[in-house]
Nanobody, 118 residues
Framework: QVQLVESGGDLVQAGGSLRLSCAAS????????MGWYRQAPGKQRELVATISNAGYTNYVDSVKGRFAISRDNAKNTVDLQMNSLTPEDTGVYYC????????????WGQGTQVTVSS
């Protein structure tokens, strides 16, 4: 019922920027935390950034100062601004949201590919 759709992934050179967007739709009463995961080739999926429904943010150390997460509660969207990209940022980026209907359940999008070349 709930669907998360990501967009914005692309191939960029090191030092470049991208902005990822995610829109949630479907059977939603409210959304608590939203965020972004990523999975690099041959690596486990890791949490990149989260943002609460009150706007409190958290980042993995490797992206602090370079990435910025934001959300629009009225539109049920979350964005990730990525600056000063490095090849280590390459991977599939997945949107997630903690959605409340009767209970709170986690949902993931299908992912969007980010490739950073040297």
């Amino acid at each position: 019922q709930v669907q998360l759709v990501e967009s914005g992934g692309d191939l960029v050179q090191a030092g470049g920027s991208l902005r990822l967007s995610c829109a949630a739709s479907g059977g939603i009463f409210s959304i608590n935390a939203m965020g972004w995961y990523r999975q690099a080739p041959g690596k486990q999926r890791e949490l990149v950034a989260t943002i609460s429904n009150a706007g409190y943010t958290n980042y993995v150390d490797s992206v602090k100062g370079r990435f910025a997460i934001s959300r629009d509660n009225a539109k049920n969207t979350v964005d990730l601004q990525m600056n000063s990209l490095t090849p280590e940022d390459t991977g599939v980026y997945y949107c997630y949201a903690e959605v409340r209907y009767v209970t709170i359940r986690p949902y993931w999008g299908q992912g969007t590919q980010v490739t950073v070349s040297s």
